[in-house]
């Protein structure tokens, strides 16, 4: 079990993991290191940053970062934006998040570009409240 002061970060990456169910059929707690050649999706939910106890109460942020392959048309390299935005479309229909343990919401999109392994990356940053 992983704990960070008082707050249980694998009890908030499983409410967060469970709330993006359906984002992707491909979910994941870091970005895995190869991918299949079939796998043209996937999402990573994480908890990359510092937990502050605000005295009662938690906060920090969260990450759901969405990954689309890319589309190659005569050697040049685009990003599949269509898919990118109907996940992006899918992760906002979850928010907000109201778990016991937390609430997640306010969503930033962050463009994260060409992973340069084959994939296009869009980054949600969510706000947390650990209660």
Not at 115 to 120: A, S
């Amino acid at each position: 079990m992983m704990i960070a002061g008082n707050y249980n970060i694998g009890e908030l990456s499983k409410a967060l993991y469970q709330a993006m169910a359906g984002v992707s059929t491909n979910i994941f707690t870091s970005r895995p290191e190869t991918v299949p050649t079939a796998m043209m999706d996937f999402a990573v939910v994480s908890f990359p940053t510092r937990i502050y106890n605000r005295l009662g109460i938690g906060s920090t942020t969260c990450r759901v970062s969405l990954y689309a392959r890319n589309k190659v048309v005569n050697s040049i390299v685009y990003e599949d934006i269509t898919k990118l935005q109907s996940m992006q479309d899918l992760v906002y229909t979850r928010l907000p998040v109201t778990h016991a343990k937390c609430l997640i919401g306010q969503p930033v999109p962050v463009w994260g570009g060409n992973d340069k392994l084959g994939f296009h990356c869009l980054h949600i940053q969510l706000d947390v409240t650990i209660i």
